[in-house]
Nanobody, 127 residues
Framework: VQLVESGGGSVQSGGSLRLSCAAS????????MGWFRQAPGKEREGVAQ???????RYADSVKGRFTISKDNAKNTLYLQMNSLQPEDTAMYYC??????????????????????WGRGTQVTVSS
């Protein structure tokens, strides 16, 4: 399984970025997929997850600003991030659970449920 993120960068507060995650050797369309982030000195936290039926879940801190989506034909996961704030600064990771696993019905699955990870892409938001 390979997950490769792209799209990170440096933006000013209020700006936007779109992250992408290309997946290979993985049943992308039939499994939960997620985005996590980790800021220096902090634990990795879930940001957004999308289930095989397209249903989505978000961390409270990003609701209304971030949108997770996927293109099954391209085996690519996206995270559109709008109204970025300095507190969004972190390394962002794409993650996948075991094959064919579903997301939690309501909450974000913890990082421990995701054995497959990309290397991350850095997002830096300046005030």
């Amino acid at each position: 399984v390979q997950l490769v993120e792209s799209g990170g960068g440096s933006v000013q507060s209020g700006g936007s970025l779109r992250l992408s995650c290309a997946a290979s050797e993985y049943p992308y369309s039939r499994s939960c997929m997620g985005w996590f982030r980790q800021a220096p000195g902090k634990e990795r936290e879930g940001v957004a997850q999308i289930d095989n039926d397209g249903s989505t879940r978000y961390a409270d801190s990003v609701k209304g600003r971030f949108t997770i989506s996927k293109d099954n034909a391209k085996n690519t996961l996206y995270l559109q991030m709008n109204s970025l704030q300095p507190e969004d600064t972190a390394m962002y990771y794409c993650a996948a659970p075991v094959f064919f696993a579903s997301c939690s019905p309501q909450n974000l699955l913890p990082a421990s449920r995701f054995p497959y990870w990309g290397r991350g892409t850095q997002v830096t938001v300046s005030s």
